[in-house]
């Protein structure tokens, strides 16, 4: 006897009907109000989304000011002049 494969997919899990993907795919939708993610797995991207926008934060502090369009390009301009 030949064991199935393991597979992260949920399709392959559930058994309607035939236990086809195609069936499967047809009742989610049919019932998208049964159709939703964990509780754990909505909480978990949860907190990674707010531990990223936390890291995005504090890279953006820490990154160095450019002052590309302030004041101080007046040098600059004369540098451009001369050529």
Known sequence: MTRR???RSLA???T???GRRKDY???R???PDEVKSSA???QKKRQQRKLQAARRL???QQAPKLDIH???SSSDSDKRGDD
């Open 58 to 60: 504090a890279r953006q």
């Open 25 to 27: 795919r047809q009742w």
């Open 40 to 42: 754990r797995y909505t």
């Open 70 to 72: 302030g004041g101080a």
């Open 29 to 31: 939708h049919d019932n």
């Open 5 to 7: 494969k393991k597979t």
């Open 16 to 18: 309607i009907r035939t």
């Open 12 to 14: 392959s899990k559930v």
